[in-house]
């Protein structure tokens, strides 16, 4: 009786491991120890890009493809948990990821091979996430920002596009919401003039071998604009910031060819005072 009672034991422990293995290979932290940064292919980023949605920051297609949909999902929630704000998913915050998020990666690899249009809100029926009619779903995500973060993006870009402006080649449509978050962010409050002037400076530094060669680059290079410290990048751009980032990319510089701008009210760095002033304009003042 006594051996009927350990074989039924050790039967029921074998059992139940086999059953957790199932389930953690359903929900796996399958990420590499590679950093996962833009242009990245491959199982990381349909996991990153399905945490991420599992949370609501990204509402895009789940195709292992890291653009820029999935670049600025991984902002918004290295912004909103804490994390350094850099675009990439490193170690710090796969594991934030991982203790606030689902992957059910059988589901997600399931529907990537028989191409169906999914997604992998968290909350939401599966059944559900599997409809063709995926216009409810947004709605279904239990994430902390849902859409509220993605929203005003959407918005902005519609209200950008230029009817009688001409847009040069070379900016897209996300340069140009980058920009105005940048210019609402450092210069909401000063004259047009001034905000247009931010702009510009951001353009200048573009051409200049000295910055990075894009706007994205320049923007969120390290401790280069207070408001992508701070958080302000993040804030909503009015129609005044907008148009001061149509007139710049049209050729408008009100600074003369700055690549710096400082408040000297403000100012606490030695160096800025150093660099070649050009002008002042509100209450920027802008160099060389």
Request: charged share 20%; proline share 4%; with cysteine.
């Amino acid at each position: 009786m006594l051996k009927k009672i350990t074989v039924c034991t050790l039967f029921f422990i074998i059992f139940s491991i086999f059953i957790v293995n199932i389930e953690d290979d359903n929900k796996v932290k399958g990420f590499s120890n590679q950093i996962i940064q833009q242009g990245a292919t491959g199982d990381d980023v349909i996991e990153l890009q399905a945490r991420l949605q599992y949370l609501g920051y990204y509402n895009g297609k789940i195709d292992g493809v890291f653009g820029w949909g999935t670049y600025w999902a991984l902002r918004n929630f290295q912004y909103e948990f804490g994390l350094e704000i850099d675009g990439m998913a490193g170690q710090t915050t796969k594991q934030k990821l991982e203790k606030a998020s689902e992957f059910d990666k059988k589901f997600v690899h399931q529907q990537i091979q028989q191409g169906k249009k999914f997604s992998h809100y968290g909350g939401v029926d599966k059944q559900k996430q599997t409809d063709s009619n995926q216009s409810n779903l947004n709605q279904g995500s239990t994430g902390n920002k849902p859409q509220q973060e993605q929203q005003p993006n959407k918005t902005a870009e519609a209200d950008l596009q230029p009817t009688a402006v001409n847009i040069p080649q070379g900016f897209s449509q996300n340069d140009i919401q980058i920009m105005a978050n940048a210019v609402y962010g450092e210069a909401r409050g000063e004259p047009f003039e001034g905000q247009v002037a931010v702009a510009a400076v951001i353009l200048n530094r573009v051409e200049s071998p000295t910055f990075p060669n894009t706007v994205s680059g320049v923007i969120f290079e390290p401790r280069a604009f207070t408001a992508v410290a701070d958080g302000q990048i993040y804030l909503t751009p009015n129609d005044s910031a907008k148009r001061a980032v149509l007139d710049a990319i049209n050729g408008w510089d009100p600074t003369g060819e700055a690549v710096y701008y400082f408040n000297p009210n403000t100012a606490t760095s030695g160096w800025i005072w150093s660099r070649p002033q050009i002008k002042r304009i509100g209450k920027h003042i802008f160099c060389m």
